[in-house]
């Protein structure tokens, strides 16, 4: 590969870098803690290969001016930039977060942070009609709070629906650091028009835990029998953590 395309290349990616992070893509594959590491990255690759092309346009014409042939360089480049197509894809289209073909392809498991050792450590919920929750404490305490805090109270979740083995599920991702060491959390919807919903549509439920249903057998997937539930955007960060 010429140093020009390099060059260039460079650029490019680090300015999809930077693009992504602006718009808050990057949400869709790290944490928000990684934002300063994502920019600093990216400039430093954009400073990188403007420096060396500036470099190259100066020895290149200081040469061209010896030699007497000013055009010299320019025959040799032309066809480089054919190589450029595959990263402008990359840099225009930016993949979709995980979704539901994750969870159907990713065993789903317990979160790491629950275990027998704390199954009484779960502070009680707070008081009210209805207690929002992450998918992930709510998961938790299904499976692992054996004072029970969820019997009988009304909890509301949101995440994207998953159709599989004819259940309907609400999921979220949990990452620890990036996309790439995702795990899914799924909970089964229990009640009328959940299966009206296609793959990855996301919605916000309220509903009440059917106690003793998240065990191992089933990969700690608790059951909500649903007392409403509505279709919502989905939101620019759509991993738990």
């Known amino acids: 590969m010429k140093r020009e395309t390099q060059n260039i290349l460079l650029i490019l990616l680090g300015g999809a870098l930077l693009k992504i992070t602006i718009n808050g893509d990057y949400l869709r594959y790290v944490k928000p803690a990684q934002q300063p590491w994502i920019i600093a990255g990216g400039a430093v690759m954009v400073a990188l290969g403007a420096v060396a092309i500036v470099r190259d346009l100066l020895a290149a014409r ?21 190589l450029m197509v595959p990263v402008l894809a990359v840099f225009l289209v930016a993949p979709p977060a995980l979704g539901a073909d994750s969870v159907t392809r990713t065993e789903a498991r317990a ?12 502070p009680p919920l707070p008081a009210g009609d209805v207690v929002p929750l992450e ?3 709510f998961v938790s305490r299904a499976g692992w709070d054996s004072s029970g805090s969820l019997t009988g109270r009304t909890v509301r979740l949101s995440g994207f629906v998953v159709h599989n083995e004819g259940n309907t599920m609400l999921a979220r991702m949990v990452i620890g650091c990036c996309a790439a060491d995702a795990f899914p959390i799924t909970v089964r919807l229990v009640g009328e028009g959940v299966s009206g919903f296609g793959n990855d549509t996301w919605l916000e439920v309220t509903g009440t835990v059917v106690p003793g249903t998240a065990v191992r057998e089933n990969s700690y997937m608790p059951d909500l029998t649903l007392t409403s539930l509505r279709q919502v955007p989905a939101p620019k960060d759509p991993y738990e953590y």
Do not use: I, K
């Open 62 to 82: 200081a040469a061209a001016v010896v030699s007497g042939d000013v055009h010299a360089h320019d025959h040799n480049t032309r066809s480089a930039w054919l």
């Open 111 to 122: 979160p790491q942070s629950a275990s027998a050792s704390n199954a009484a450590a779960f």
């Open 135 to 137: 998918v992930n404490e």
